[in-house]
């Protein structure tokens, strides 16, 4: 169930409730009338009233509709939700940058050297220790969220010319964050690992991020 269905469901029971509420004020009201009245024809004053509440209600409901349904995303904004990647142009060392959800996603090919640097880390050492293997689906392919966690730059290290920092990986050069080849914090004042986003390989060669 998405937010806007969530809400719908909120505002139709909501808008029942008070329907309900004001339906059964006018019961009560009407019958204290009719009691004082004896002459009155009451059942069919009662029914005008509970009618009028209740159509009142359904009109509303149908009125916000419109409104209601044009806070679901419509299909183009979903599909931004998520982008595919050929990785087949991608060599050995190589790194990209893609775009989604308006944040850059680096993706890279990592040597067999970077890879054993990843995997051969004392996590105690660590900030943020989390073995490589839990950071990668597969070792050759590092997708990583490319937003330093101090405070949001993009840290360098995706060009072959970039400088890399200390430990090989990525540099944020705002304040001096070091990433290593696993996207760990190594050294500044970044508090976290490079966050690694929500992807999966649809194919050896294509992932889908998001
Ligand atoms: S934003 Fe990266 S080190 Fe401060």
């Known amino acids: 169930m998405t937010i806007s269905y969530s809400i719908l469901f909120f505002l139709v029971v909501g808008i029942f409730l008070f329907c309900y509420f004001i339906a059964t004020r006018v019961w ?3 019958d204290e009338k009719n009691k004082e009245s004896e002459n009155q024809p009451k059942n069919r004053r009662d029914f ?6 209740s159509i009142g209600g359904l009109g509303v409901a149908s009125f916000m509709w419109p409104f209601i349904k044009s806070m679901n995303p419509a299909e183009d904004t979903l599909a931004l939700g998520s982008t595919e990647v050929d990785l087949s142009e991608i060599s050995v060392g ?3 940058t893609v775009k989604w959800r308006g944040k850059p996603v680096f993706i890279k090919r ?3 050297e970077e890879i054993l640097e990843a995997q051969n880390v004392d996590l105690g050492s660590l900030r943020d220790p989390i073995a ?4 990668v689906q597969n070792p050759e392919w590092l997708v990583l969220e490319g937003v330093c966690t101090h405070l949001g730059c ?3 290290g995706q ?3 970039d400088t890399k920092g200390e430990f090989k990986g990525w540099f944020c050069p705002c304040h001096g964050s070091h990433y290593d080849t696993s996207g760990r914090i190594r050294k500044g004042p970044a508090p976290e690992n490079l966050a690694i986003p929500p992807y999966r390989f649809l194919s050896d060669t294509v992932i889908k991020i998001g």
């Open 110 to 112: 990592r040597t067999e």
């Open 48 to 53: 005008l009233y509970i009618s009028s509440v």
């Open 28 to 30: 009560i009201k009407v």
């Open 94 to 96: 190589q790194s990209i």
């Open 154 to 156: 993009v840290p360098l």
């Open 159 to 161: 060009k072959m010319s």
């Open 132 to 135: 490589d293997k839990d950071r």
